[in-house]
Structure formats: structure tokens, C-alpha cells
């Protein structure tokens, strides 16, 4: 969906003791609200969701009772408010969409997932090296807390460089298979890392997400094996074309955008890194505050410097 919300009470927790029932309550008042059209209800799921339509516009889904999911959308406004975020995640889940690699429901990463991706890169990448916060700070309830928020960081790279950068560094340094894209940690580790050891099915040799706050998820649930392939060959794809001087597709309608398959790597992510360690376009060195990268640079560590 476009919009996650969730509905529920402080207080008088007896009035509705069960999300099922708040949800027969709130369905009957957007059912006669026009601008909404309810698209389905779900009641069995463990967490009862509406599926809506805001003025057939706005996918959403309304949730009862799932508080869960409050202190990360609270850690995601933290992050949104630094530097050049907001537009990085904004470009990667356009991408992801246009490119067909964006959607649970179809075996695909969620949107979520691609947000914790581009966050996680901004906060490894050496030349940006991007704060970690701490995820015991934020609670869910109220605004960013103030401990929490960012302090003395910049990134003075155009979007455009981060776009590339991103690609360049899930297709090219990311270690497929070992590596866990981690914000909570904020730095590159490998899955077999103690720090990791509730992470479900981390001995799978597959692109590992962790939930910042139920640490036991991995993300890479929903995601098909066949579809991770895809979703590496697109990455690859993405990089090709930026670095011939094309958009990826989703971004910029009415130009010239690289077709789907256009620049595909190898069908095996982890075989794909190793092969980009041998040629390629190599990095050039640039420090924390510089302007931004070259246009065909990409960077990041080296399989050894993996801890």
C-alpha cells in the first residue's frame, strides 16, 4: 500500500478487547465515508486489515490494534529528517516499483524493505558514513524524541549520486548471501555475527534484512528465491544505464529509460560480486565532504574488509 495506518484507543481497552471488533465498529464509518472505497477486508490475518481506495488515488491499509510497527515508522520520520534521505528512499521505491521488483504479495521485497536498504547504505558508505541511531530511544508514542534526533551530519551529494551509488553498491560490494543490511547496527557485518543470532534462516545463503526492532525477522520472507535473482539482475541493469547516461526506469517519465533487462549481470548475485571485483568501473577515493562522486565511480569495501 501507499499509506500504513492503524487504528486504535488509549484507555478503555475493555470497549473494543479485540482488533477484529474495532474493526466491525470503524468498517460501517468508512464504508459511508464517499471518499473512500473499501477494496477488502481481512479478517482471519493475524492482524485484521482493510484494504481501501482514497479517492482512487491513495492505496490503503487500515490496521486495528498493531502497535508493533509504531516505534519504526518513528525511527524512519528520525531518519527521513537528515540529509538527503527523504529524496534517496523517495527515488529507490519509484525504481523498485517501475522495475517490478517491489511487492509482497507477489514475492517480492515490500517497500519497507528498500527504505531500510537505501538507509543502510548511506550508513556504510564510506565517503558518507551516515549516523546510526540508537533504536532503544524510540518508543512509538509521540514525536521524534529529542535524544534521538541527528546532530552534525551533512551530504552534500545530488540525489543523482546516491541513486548511483546505491545501485553500484547492492550490485557490485554487497555480499549477497552473508552480508545483513542491519540499521540498528549501522555497519557491515556478517550474518553469522553473534549480534544476529535470533535472525530466522540467517544459515541461508540469501539477501538478509533485519528488523530493527523485531530482531528475529528477516525481511527476505516474502521475497522468492527466483525474484531475488531478478531483483539483483535489475540492480545491475540500473547501474549500466545510469552510467550510460540513461534514467532507470520510473524516474523521470518522457525521457529515455533503460529498458528492463538491459545490462543484466549474472543470474547468481554471490557469483556477480565476484566477478565485479575483477573489472569494472574501480572507485575513485573521495573524502567525507567532498561534492560527490564521479558519475562512473562506485565504492564501497572489499570482499576481505568484511569483518
Same mark, same amino acid.
Given at each position: 500500500?501507499?499509506?500504513?495506518?492503524?487504528?486504535?484507543?488509549?484507555?478503555?481497552?475493555?470497549?473494543?478487547?479485540?482488533?477484529?471488533?474495532?474493526?466491525?465498529?470503524?468498517?460501517?464509518?468508512?464504508?459511508?465515508?464517499?471518499?473512500?472505497?473499501?477494496?477488502?477486508?481481512?479478517?482471519?490475518?493475524?492482524?485484521?486489515?482493510?484494504?481501501?481506495?482514497?479517492?482512487?488515488?491513495?492505496?490503503?491499509?487500515?490496521?486495528?490494534?498493531?502497535?508493533?510497527?509504531?516505534?519504526?515508522?518513528?525511527? +524512519?520520520?528520525?531518519?527521513?529528517?537528515?540529509?538527503?534521505?527523504?529524496?534517496?528512499?523517495?527515488?529507490?521505491?519509484?525504481?523498485? #516499483?517501475?522495475?517490478?521488483?517491489?511487492?509482497?504479495?507477489?514475492?517480492?521485497?515490500?517497500?519497507?524493505?528498500?527504505?531500510?536498504?537505501?538507509?543502510?547504505?548511506?550508513?556504510?558508505?564510506? #565517503?558518507?558514513?551516515?549516523?546510526?541511531?540508537?533504536?532503544?530511544?524510540?518508543?512509538? +508514542?509521540?514525536?521524534?524524541?529529542?535524544?534521538?534526533?541527528?546532530?552534525?551530519?551533512?551530504? #552534500?551529494?545530488?540525489?543523482?549520486?546516491?541513486?548511483?551509488?546505491?545501485?553500484?553498491?547492492?550490485? #557490485?560490494?554487497?555480499?549477497?548471501?552473508?552480508?545483513?543490511?542491519?540499521?540498528?547496527?549501522?555497519?557491515?557485518? +556478517?550474518?553469522?555475527?553473534?549480534?544476529?543470532?535470533?535472525?530466522?534462516?540467517?544459515?541461508?545463503?540469501?539477501?538478509?534484512?533485519?528488523?530493527?526492532?523485531?530482531?528475529?525477522?528477516?525481511?527476505?520472507?516474502?521475497?522468492?528465491?527466483?525474484?531475488?535473482?531478478?531483483?539483483?539482475?535489475?540492480?545491475?541493469?540500473?547501474?549500466?544505464?545510469?552510467?550510460?547516461?540513461?534514467?532507470?526506469?520510473?524516474?523521470?517519465?518522457?525521457?529515455?529509460?533503460?529498458?528492463?533487462?538491459?545490462?543484466?549481470?549474472?543470474?547468481?548475485?554471490?557469483?556477480?560480486?565476484?566477478?565485479?571485483?575483477?573489472?569494472?568501473?574501480?572507485?575513485?577515493?573521495?573524502?567525507?565532504?567532498?561534492?560527490?562522486?564521479?558519475?562512473?565511480?562506485?565504492?564501497?569495501?572489499?570482499?576481505?574488509?568484511?569483518?
Amino acid at each position: 500500500s501507499d499509506l500504513d495506518i492503524t487504528c486504535f484507543r488509549d484507555g478503555d481497552v475493555e470497549l473494543f478487547p479485540t482488533a477484529l471488533e474495532m474493526l466491525e465498529h470503524v468498517l460501517p464509518l468508512v464504508e459511508s465515508h464517499k471518499s473512500f472505497k473499501i477494496v477488502d477486508v481481512i479478517k482471519a490475518a493475524m492482524v485484521p486489515i482493510v484494504k481501501l481506495r482514497f479517492r482512487e488515488e491513495l492505496a490503503v491499509d487500515l490496521s486495528f490494534k498493531n502497535m508493533c510497527p509504531l516505534p519504526n515508522t518513528q525511527l +524512519l520520520r528520525a531518519y527521513s529528517e537528515l540529509p538527503r534521505v527523504r529524496e534517496l528512499v523517495v527515488l529507490v521505491k519509484l525504481w523498485a #516499483r517501475a522495475a517490478g521488483v517491489c511487492g509482497a504479495a507477489d514475492g517480492h521485497l515490500s517497500a519497507y524493505s528498500f527504505t531500510l536498504m537505501a538507509i543502510y547504505f548511506m550508513q556504510v558508505e564510506p #565517503r558518507l558514513r551516515m549516523q546510526c541511531l540508537d533504536t532503544a530511544l524510540f518508543t512509538g +508514542l509521540g514525536s521524534v524524541p529529542k535524544d534521538a534526533k541527528g546532530t552534525g551530519w551533512s551530504c #552534500r551529494w545530488a540525489a543523482s549520486d546516491l541513486l548511483l551509488q546505491f545501485f553500484s553498491f547492492y550490485a #557490485r560490494e554487497f555480499q549477497w548471501g552473508t552480508e545483513v543490511v542491519s540499521i540498528r547496527l549501522g555497519s557491515r557485518r +556478517l550474518v553469522l555475527d553473534p549480534a544476529f543470532e535470533a535472525l530466522k534462516g540467517r544459515r541461508e545463503e540469501r539477501l538478509h534484512i533485519e528488523d530493527p526492532f523485531q530482531l528475529g525477522r528477516n525481511l527476505h520472507c516474502v521475497l522468492r528465491v527466483e525474484n531475488e535473482y531478478v531483483l539483483y539482475q535489475r540492480l545491475w541493469a540500473a547501474v549500466q544505464a545510469m552510467l550510460q547516461g540513461e534514467v532507470p526506469r520510473g524516474l523521470m517519465p518522457g525521457r529515455r529509460q533503460a529498458p528492463l533487462e538491459q545490462g543484466c549481470g549474472p543470474a547468481e548475485p554471490r557469483k556477480a560480486h565476484a566477478e565485479a571485483q575483477e573489472g569494472g568501473a574501480r572507485p575513485a577515493e573521495e573524502s567525507p565532504d567532498s561534492d560527490g562522486p564521479h558519475a562512473e565511480s562506485s565504492h564501497g569495501p572489499r570482499a576481505q574488509d568484511v569483518p
